[in-house]
């Protein structure tokens, strides 16, 4: 890996798994599909996360929430070991798209919506 990306990638790991759901605030008017919007999930998951914008990237709509939940925080906390863990964990420190990693309420909202995507 070249230095150039080495240490803003230990940085933003350092950052990410220090804290990883108390960077955004909680936006109580947003259900499931808008934080799935806001947050920028769309851009790689697609369209109620059944329409991934690579094979690295896997369909998540119609999982149980349980799953998705539990899958999102391990990566996250930057302890997913697979290629599209640390594909997503890097989507969500480098990306313009999302502000901040959604809060622990936000994460539930998502998965329960996408639960639902069947």
Same mark, same amino acid.
């Given at each position: 890996?070249?230095?150039? &990306?080495?240490?803003?990638?230990?940085? +933003?790991?350092? $950052? @990410?798994?220090?804290?990883?759901?108390?960077?955004?605030?909680?936006?109580?008017? $947003?259900? =499931?599909?808008?934080?799935f919007t #806001?947050? =920028?999930?769309?851009?790689?998951? =697609?369209?109620?996360?059944?329409?991934?914008?690579?094979? $690295?990237?896997?369909?998540?709509?119609?999982?149980?929430?349980?799953? &998705? @939940? !539990?899958? +999102?925080?391990?990566?996250?906390?930057?302890?997913?070991?697979?290629? !599209?863990?640390?594909?997503?964990?890097?989507?969500?420190? #480098?990306?313009?798209?999302?502000?901040?990693?959604?809060?622990?309420?936000? *994460?539930?909202?998502?998965?329960?919506? *996408?639960?639902?995507?069947?």
């Amino acid at each position: 890996m070249s230095q150039n &990306i080495l240490l803003p990638a230990v940085f +933003a790991v350092t $950052l @990410l798994t220090a804290s990883p759901f108390t960077w955004s605030t909680d936006r109580p008017d $947003l259900q =499931g599909e808008q934080l799935f919007t #806001y947050h =920028g999930c769309v851009n790689c998951h =697609g369209t109620a996360g059944k329409d991934p914008s690579s094979k $690295l990237v896997p369909k998540i709509g119609g999982l149980e929430a349980d799953e &998705i @939940l !539990e899958r +999102a925080q391990k990566i996250l906390r930057g302890e997913g070991e697979s290629e !599209e863990a640390k594909l997503m964990h890097s989507a969500v420190a #480098y990306s313009q798209s999302c502000d901040a990693p959604p809060t622990q309420p936000e *994460l539930q909202k998502i998965a329960t919506w *996408l639960a639902l995507q069947k």
